[in-house]
Nanobody, 121 residues
Framework: QVQLVESGGGLVQAGGSLRLSCAAS????????MGWCRQAPGKEREFVAA????????YYADSVKGRFTISRDNAKNTAYLQMNDLKPEDTAVYFC??????????????WGQGTQVTVSS
């Protein structure tokens, strides 16, 4: 089991930036692939970004490629999502996720509670 807690969400104007953090506890963080997904009101949860435990492979949804950056600090048991050039369509609840295998769909076995990101136009 691994427990995940997100932070860093908030309200930002279009073009602005936010950095989300995901603090992990429980089993060895460094052994898990980490992902970020989001869910906008009335829509299904969608994949945003993911990386393997070794950071050797990183994946992004086309909608965020070039604007978002996923990273992790295994020494701090923390994953990050740096979001730049935010757009109103990025407004959603953002979830941190973890699993033994990196996947690019919102089907991870472990999830945080989510943090709200609102981008105003």
């Amino acid at each position: 089991q691994v427990q995940l807690v997100e932070s860093g969400g908030g309200l930002v104007q279009a073009g602005g930036s936010l950095r989300l953090s995901c603090a992990a506890s429980g089993r060895t963080f460094s052994g898990y692939a980490m992902g970020w997904c989001r869910q906008a009101p009335g829509k299904e949860r969608e994949f945003v970004a993911a990386m393997r435990f070794s950071s050797a492979s990183i994946y992004y949804a086309d909608s965020v490629k070039g604007r978002f950056t996923i990273s992790r600090d295994n020494a701090k048991n923390t994953a990050y999502l740096q979001m730049n050039d935010l757009k109103p369509e990025d407004t959603a609840v953002y979830f941190c996720a973890a699993g033994l295998v990196v996947i690019t769909t919102p089907e991870y076995p472990y999830w945080g509670q989510g943090t709200q990101v609102t981008v105003s136009s």
